[in-house]
């Protein structure tokens, strides 16, 4: 296959995204951006001061992943908790902007709505604070977050993403339920993972792990070829999953499949400013393409094009249609 058949056959799985029907199901958050610039230290303790000048507010962790299907063409709906407060609001309001429903968001009086505050000076995150709650939900939140997954894939489902943040959300009767439902209507299940989840995700179709995630998952310290192939295949079987595919930075991703298959992908980043969101936008752009009917091999190549793309951008970002498939287009022209 030349390299333009490559970046043709890949366009076309792109260009059946508007037709893929995707629920992202977890933790949902924001992301709460103050921006500025560092002059001196402070005279009170040994920590810069930052010159406010802006502030933004952006969907995080589950809503960003919906955010980023939405762009990439899919369509797609959210389920997840919010506080009864005025982050709980705000976040309504953001996903309104974006047109994304929030019929399947639970409000619990009892539950803040997560936020996490991220102080940028010239392109660099001085501190993170966070303002959130890890217990689980409630027995009534579970059945009420599964009537709402049942209901959507009554009406027609291709995918279902697990965003797991450790929030509480996500717990090992919600994935056991979930993934019991999708078997019967054949419904894709992805899971963005949280280290001290990964006994819980059995079953489900495929998992995201970046390479400390994988490490800390398989109980083997990747360092070398030799250990990463140790890793993967332990996470396979220990998930009794389709695939595993581990996100490894600036060494691109390796994808692990049921059945022996390995295939390394190697990085198309031109430059790294923030990860920050890139693995929504890997789980965003995999699940997409698996849903639209593409092997879970060219998925991967698909979704390492899109995180090439955000992580050269300060700030959580989005790829649409257009700059991914032109991406994909200049780097297999490059024969890469």
């Known amino acids: 296959m030349t390299v333009s058949a490559e970046a043709k056959k890949l366009g076309k799985i792109i260009d059946r995204f508007p037709k893929t029907r995707v629920l992202v199901v977890g933790d949902v958050m924001m992301d709460h951006y103050v921006w500025g610039s560092v002059t001196r230290i402070s005279p009170e303790a040994p920590v810069p001061v930052v010159s406010v000048t802006r502030e933004t507010v952006l969907l995080g962790a589950a809503a960003n992943v919906v955010k980023n299907i939405r762009s990439l063409g899919g369509e797609a709906g959210i389920c997840g908790v919010i506080g009864h407060d005025d982050a709980g609001k705000k976040l309504q309001h953001l996903l309104h902007t974006q047109e994304i429903p929030t019929d399947g968001l639970i409000v619990d009086p009892g539950r803040p709505t997560t936020i996490k505050t991220r102080v940028i000076a010239h392109h660099q995150q001085v501190v993170r604070f966070d303002r959130e709650t890890r217990e689980g939900i409630s ?198």
């Open 139 to 336: 027995r009534e939140t579970h059945r009420r977050i599964y009537e709402h997954v049942a209901e959507r894939a009554g009406a027609g489902l291709d995918a279902i993403v697990i965003s797991d943040y450790g929030k509480g959300v996500v717990t090992k009767d919600l994935v056991r339920d979930i993934v019991r439902l999708a078997r019967k209507r054949g419904i894709v299940v992805s899971v963005d993972p949280k280290v001290s989840h990964f006994g819980i995700y059995s079953g489900v179709t495929v998992l995201t792990p970046n390479t400390k995630e994988a490490s800390l998952g398989a109980r083997i310290e990747i360092e070398d070829d030799a250990s990463l192939l140790r890793a993967g295949k332990g996470l396979l079987a220990r998930v009794a999953c389709e695939a595993v595919l581990i996100t490894r930075g600036e060494h691109g991703m390796s994808l692990f499949e049921k059945g022996g298959r390995i295939t390394h992908i190697p990085t198309v980043a031109r430059e790294v400013f923030d990860v920050t969101g890139a693995g929504d936008t890997v789980i965003s752009a995999l699940t997409l393409a698996m849903a639209s009917g593409a092997r879970i091999s060219d998925a991967a190549k698909i979704a390492n094009y899109a995180a090439g793309i955000v992580v050269g951008v300060v700030g959580t970002a989005t790829v649409s249609p257009a700059l991914l498939k032109q991406r994909i287009a200049e780097q297999r022209g490059k024969g890469r």
